[in-house]
């Protein structure tokens, strides 16, 4: 029996705790790293694609829950009265839940943004407006409204915004999909970029990989030690890319909040709404990450398969 | 247990590093191998762990006829039926042996306790099966104290022992040494010779590679094999 030597080592219990592929090495720790910025990137891009789509939604929504009623001014009619009669009418139609007279000083600013301001529009025979508020719960019966109204004031006539709202829809959707081929771009990227660096990361492991092999391991042991330890390494980079995503767009909320008041905030507002994502923009994201995991760990073992069959010819 | 039948190795277009080579090795016998630097002895432990292809000639090693072959998409070996042998047949070959190699090839990253346990763990066996026994060959190699320490904070001689009594801790029927006294002095050389002399002892076929002559004079029964220019020799 040898000597025993008192060495500064713990003699305490010895177990086989630790994992097969090391946990923390430096190429771990770069491929975290790429992980983490790329599924920023991407969840970037796919909670912008989602607030587009959210937000051309509201505006569709919008402009669908209102109509308008315009009257044009005739000598002999008393516009004030006819704008009475057609109120009349719309609110007795079904779907409508209410109609808005706008007044004149109203109706006029309507065209300030094409004549500019300062300009006398008294003399001007200005068209008159009523906005009609629709309900939300069924469709309103627009074509008995446009009936009657040509029935009582030949000079009415109604506007449901479905130019508007085909724009809009169309707008919303172009917008909606070059986000989504942004996103699908930066995922392919996201893609080529976790192989590199996780084919990177087995191959700096490829002495081990090696020893396992000729002690005795099966491919299915070895593939799956390193497909453990690179979901870890991917759900690592993942959560902190996408955690990092979730907070930047919880910022910009909250700094678009701060700011509603300046004109650049209601434009971007106005675009953008107010940078809150809905559950569907959040579970992208969450998708996002669950899905970069995955794929490191997928393309860990496909690695090591391949590593073993190359070696074993 | 192992026989070479003209076994041939080249490298690409080199001229062939090992020729006509031919031996066996029979169950329970101890042999050196040995050569100057550079004869081809770690090739051929590397053939024999099926980690180097022979271009040419017969394996035969375990039962299985391991044949040479000269495509990259070829299987590695061909059985006696003609067939691939299999990949669960070459992790069934190789857990029947026991490799202690040059470098050691320790895993830096677990403790020595790991690093001999570790072909009980990768045949899956639960741990408390073979706890006491890992723990009774390090002490039986002299490194009970330092169990849970890892290699990169151990010596060349200690980090030697631990790679040899992983070679031992599953009881191979096949040890191959490749120059398991390189990098320790003498005194140390002759404690290890002692380890792998017990092992035989014990009824496992021991290979070292080793071009330490004063080594193989400690152990005037061991057969000896000699590398040169390429070709085998075989002094009984």
Redesign the interface.
Known sequence: ???????P????P?????P?A??DTAAGRSLTLVVAIMTFLAALCAGAAALVAQTSAEWRGEAAREATIQLQVAKDRDIDADLQIAAGIAEKTPGVSNARIFSRNESEALLTPWLGEGLDLSDLPTPRVIVLRLNSEGPADLDKLRRDLAAALPDATLDDHHLTIARLGDMARAVVLAAIGVFLLVLIALGVVIASSTRAAVASNH??VD?????????T?IAGEFRRRFLSFGLRGALIGGGGAIAFFAFAQLLAGQWRATASADQMQAMFGDFGLDPIGYGLILALIGGVALLTAWISQRTVFQYLKD??? | MLSFENVGLRYGDAPETLQDITFDIAPGSFQFLTGPSGAGKTSLLRMI???L?PTRGVIRLMGHNLGC?VG?????AVGDQGGKIS??D??AL??RMG?VFQDF?L?????L??NV???L????RE?TSY?AE??ELL????L??????RPP?LSGGEKQRAAIA?ALI?RPELVLADEPTGNVDPTLARRILRLLIEMHKAGAAVMVATHDLGLMDHYALARRLVLADGRLLAFE
Request: aromatic residues 4%; hydrophobic residues 40%.
């Open positions: 029996m040898p000597t025993r030597l008192k060495l080592f713990p003699s305490g010895a177990h086989d705790s630790n097969l090391p946990a002495d081990i020893i396992l092999h000729i002690l005795g391991a099966n491919d042991l070696a074993d010819g | 762990t099926l980690s292809r072959n990259k998409d070829l299987a590695l990949r669960q070459i992790v190789r857990r490799v090839r895993l830096d990253h677990l403790t306790y790991e346990a570790l072909p763990r990768l045949r899956e741990e706890r890992v723990i002490e039986w190699v002299g009970g104290d330092v169990r849970n320490a904070s992983r599953a």
